[in-house]
């Protein structure tokens, strides 16, 4: 019946809604852990911000990084789903760590694989959304399949909030839950998405990485990436949100609902502004995303306080909606389709190589001047992405 009233969702091709299910499963996995991953090394292992930035750092930029390999080689093999198989997989299979962990080290080792996982998918999975959707609705698409990994985003803190009230805070009993959602993620992946089979001279083997072939991204993709980059940098990690709360005294076992909350508004407006774009334009919504990101930057900077960090949450995530998806979609549209997944690659190793210095320049900011400074740092970078736009304007 819903699909009857959004006539649009209804020529989005099967495979594509597969994806975007197998992300919501991998993301509960991954959510329920993440969201309670800050205090849990707070709490318990005693960790400083400043080391939690530099895991997250570290963690995330491990991700962005390794999706320059399986983006050339998603290339080079002209199969995605194969590598995007591989890395659900790797992400499953560390998730049991989490809950083995007794020391920082461990937690770090354990980020690092997940999100080595995640980063062997990413580059190929968002060239397989690109593969499938019709050229018309790839806004529509990439917002679809965000918009589904979001729901995962926020179920997952949900669902351990509920534990952590019935289990009285028992952090390692959740982790043990979370391994079987990303379990049952690979499952769909393998049975319900069908690649798109190419013709021979798309999958004819060779090095993406040349000179030439990067000279073909053009000057309008390293515009995005330069962007790309600037937001990376102005929105630093989310574990930020998480212990700006902590901060503020809410109760321990509802610390995950900052995540919630940030992620349903995160899930609501990603598919929308998608599919707006595809008629507007990009760099209008992109504008407009940076906005909202300087205004929550400006309010979670202005007080600890826990009804004004859920303000600061919910331009955050509305500012998430408005932005990722919509990077994504320009990459697809700009790149050739023959080095897609070169160029998902070599956009997220950049926003890696920026991410590994955004959270533990996050993290030292908090450390030595206060929480506020990290996120006025921010909306520097915010302007800074703002102007970029503006200059290119043309």
């Given at each position: 019946?819903?699909?009857?009233?959004?006539?649009?969702?209804?020529?989005?091709?099967p495979?594509?809604?597969?994806?975007?299910?197998?992300?919501?499963?991998?993301d509960?996995?991954?959510?329920?852990?993440?969201?309670?991953?800050?205090?849990?090394?707070?709490?318990?292992?005693?960790?400083?911000?400043?080391?939690?930035?530099?895991?997250?750092?570290?963690?995330?930029a491990?991700?962005?990084?390794?999706?320059?390999?399986?983006?050339?080689?998603?290339?080079?093999?002209?199969?995605?789903?194969?590598?995007?198989?591989?890395?659900?997989?790797?992400?499953?299979?560390?998730?049991?760590?989490?809950?083995?962990?007794?020391?920082?080290?461990?937690?770090?080792?354990?980020?690092?694989?997940?999100?080595?996982?995640?980063?062997?998918?990413?580059?190929?999975?968002?060239?397989?959304?690109?593969?499938?959707?019709?050229?018309?609705?790839?806004?529509?698409?990439?917002?679809?399949?965000?918009?589904?990994?979001?729901?995962?985003?926020?179920?997952?803190?949900?669902?351990?909030?509920?534990?952590?009230?019935?289990?009285?805070?028992d952090?390692?009993?959740?982790?043990?839950?979370?391994?079987?959602?990303?379990?049952?993620?690979?499952?769909?992946?393998?049975?319900?998405?069908?690649?798109?089979?190419?013709?021979?001279?798309?999958?004819?083997?060779?090095?993406?990485?040349?000179?030439?072939?990067?000279?073909?991204?053009?000057r309008?993709?390293?515009?995005?990436?330069?962007?790309?980059?600037?937001?990376?940098?102005?929105?630093?990690?989310?574990?930020?949100?998480?212990?700006?709360a902590?901060?503020?005294?809410?109760?321990?076992?509802?610390?995950?609902?900052?995540?919630?909350?940030?992620n349903?508004?995160?899930?609501?407006?990603?598919?929308?502004?998608?599919?707006?774009?595809?008629?507007?334009?990009?760099?209008?919504?992109?504008?407009l995303?940076?906005?909202?990101?300087?205004?929550?930057?400006?309010?979670?900077?202005?007080?600890?306080?826990?009804?004004?960090?859920?303000?600061?949450?919910v331009?955050?995530?509305?500012?998430m909606?408005?932005?990722?998806?919509?990077?994504?979609?320009?990459?697809?549209?700009?790149?050739?389709?023959?080095?897609?997944?070169?160029?998902?690659?070599?956009?997220?190793?950049?926003?890696?190589?920026?991410?590994?210095?955004?959270?533990?320049?996050?993290?030292?900011?908090?450390v030595?001047?206060?929480?506020?400074?990290s996120?006025?740092?921010?909306?520097?970078?915010?302007?800074?992405?703002?102007?970029?736009?503006?200059?290119?304007?043309?």
């Amino acid at each position: 019946m819903i699909l009857h009233k959004f006539p649009i969702l209804r020529q989005i091709p099967p495979s594509i809604w597969a994806l975007g299910f197998v992300s919501l499963l991998m993301d509960i996995s991954s959510e329920m852990i993440h969201s309670l991953l800050p205090i849990y090394m707070v709490s318990t292992l005693g960790a400083s911000v400043f080391v939690i930035g530099l895991i997250e750092g570290i963690a995330e930029a491990t991700a962005l990084i390794v999706k320059i390999f399986s983006g050339v080689l998603s290339d080079y093999l002209g199969k995605r789903k194969t590598l995007a198989i591989i890395g659900y997989s790797l992400g499953a299979l560390t998730k049991p760590i989490f809950a083995l962990a007794s020391s920082t080290g461990i937690i770090l080792a354990a980020r690092m694989l997940d999100r080595v996982g995640k980063g062997i998918r990413g580059a190929p999975r968002d060239a397989l959304v690109a593969d499938i959707a019709p050229p018309h609705l790839l806004g529509a698409a990439f917002g679809l399949r965000q918009s589904l990994d979001t729901v995962g985003a926020f179920l997952g803190p949900l669902l351990a909030i509920g534990l952590m009230l019935w289990w009285a805070n028992d952090f390692r009993a959740i982790f043990w839950v979370a391994v079987i959602p990303g379990f049952l993620a690979v499952a769909l992946l393998i049975f319900g998405v069908r690649e798109p089979e190419k013709n021979a001279d798309a999958t004819k083997r060779y090095n993406p990485i040349q000179w030439a072939n990067l000279k073909r991204l053009g000057r309008a993709y390293w515009w995005v990436v330069s962007i790309g980059a600037l937001i990376t940098m102005a929105r630093f990690s989310e574990a930020f949100l998480v212990l700006r709360a902590m901060q503020g005294g809410l109760a321990m076992a509802w610390i995950p609902i900052i995540m919630v909350i940030m992620n349903i508004v995160y899930a609501l407006s990603a598919y929308p502004f998608g599919k707006l774009s595809d008629k507007l334009g990009p760099k209008k919504i992109l504008t407009l995303g940076l906005v909202v990101l300087i205004i929550a930057e400006i309010i979670l900077a202005y007080s600890n306080s826990w009804p004004i960090v859920i303000i600061g949450v919910v331009l955050w995530g509305l500012h998430m909606g408005l932005t990722q998806g919509l990077l994504a979609a320009m990459v697809a549209k700009i790149a050739p389709e023959d080095l897609r997944g070169t160029a998902f690659g070599v956009f997220n190793l950049i926003c890696g190589l920026t991410m590994l210095i955004a959270s533990p320049l996050a993290g030292l900011l908090w450390v030595k001047f206060g929480a506020a400074f990290s996120f006025y740092s921010g909306a520097v970078f915010c302007v800074m992405a703002l102007i970029a736009i503006k200059l290119n304007a043309n």
